[in-house]
C-alpha cells in the first residue's frame, strides 16, 4: 500500500512538472493587454492578447519599444479585437513575423530528423464583436515563409454575425499548412473570390451554414 501511494504520488509530481506554465502580464503590442505563458521546459511559449474597447488598432498591429529592443519569440499567438468595426489593411498582421522563433528547439529537430511531425507555429485572431470587418488587399501578404522548420497554422474566428468585406485579394498570397476559417456566413462570395491565389495545405472551413474540409 505504502509503496502503491509513493508511486502515485512520484507520478503527480512528474504530470504537475510536465503541464506547469508560467504566467505573466507582458508588453509585446500596442495598445493590446497581453499574457505570456511560458511551459515548465521553455519550449513553448504562447502569447494571448486583445485589445480594450476604447483601444482602437488604427492601421496594424505594432510591437512596442520595449520588445523591439529585445525580441521575445513565442510559437503561439492569439489576438482577439474587441472593435465592432474594424479594417484589416495590407499586411495588418506581417510584424508578428518578428515574434516568430528563429529555430526550432533542438528536440523538433530531432524529430524531425527521425522522421516525426514537426513543431507547430500557429497564429489565431478572433474577432468576436464586429458590426463591420473589411479585410483589403494582402491582408496576410507573406506572413509565413514559403519554407519553413515549423507546421504553420492560421486560424481566422469571425463569430461575429456583423457583415464582412473581402476585397479581391484579400487573402492573396497566403502561404500556411493549415487554415481554420471560422465564419458565419461567406456569402455573397464564392469560395474562389476569397481563397484565390493561395497556398494552403490544409484548409477547414466551419459555420453556421457550412463544414468543409480540403486536404
Do not use: W
Request: hydrophobic letters at 35%.
Amino acid at each position: 500500500m505504502t509503496t502503491q501511494l509513493i508511486y502515485t504520488l512520484l507520478l503527480l509530481h512528474i504530470v504537475i512538472c510536465i503541464t506547469y506554465v508560467r504566467t505573466e502580464q507582458c508588453d509585446i503590442i500596442e495598445n493590446m493587454s497581453c499574457l505570456c505563458h511560458t511551459s515548465f521546459n521553455s519550449e513553448n511559449e504562447q502569447l494571448i492578447c486583445h485589445n480594450q474597447l476604447n483601444d482602437r488598432i488604427n492601421s496594424s498591429i505594432k510591437l512596442t519599444d520595449k520588445v523591439r529592443e529585445k525580441i521575445r519569440s513565442f510559437d503561439s499567438i492569439h489576438l482577439t479585437f474587441y472593435d465592432q468595426e474594424m479594417n484589416i489593411n495590407a499586411m495588418f498582421i506581417n510584424e508578428l513575423s518578428y515574434l516568430f522563433p528563429r529555430s526550432p528547439p533542438l528536440s523538433s529537430s530531432l524529430l524531425l530528423h527521425q522522421g516525426k511531425q514537426k513543431t507547430k507555429l500557429s497564429i489565431t485572431l478572433s474577432f468576436p464583436y464586429f458590426l463591420q470587418l473589411n479585410f483589403d488587399d494582402y491582408s496576410f501578404y507573406q506572413l509565413f515563409p514559403e519554407q519553413s522548420d515549423y507546421t504553420t497554422s492560421l486560424t481566422l474566428e469571425l463569430t461575429s454575425n456583423g457583415q464582412i468585406t473581402f476585397s479581391s485579394m484579400a487573402l492573396n498570397q497566403l502561404t500556411v499548412d493549415q487554415l481554420f476559417f471560422h465564419s458565419s456566413s461567406l456569402e455573397p462570395y464564392s469560395f474562389e473570390e476569397v481563397f484565390n491565389n493561395t497556398n494552403i495545405g490544409e484548409l477547414h472551413i466551419e459555420g453556421r451554414n457550412f463544414n468543409i474540409q480540403f486536404i
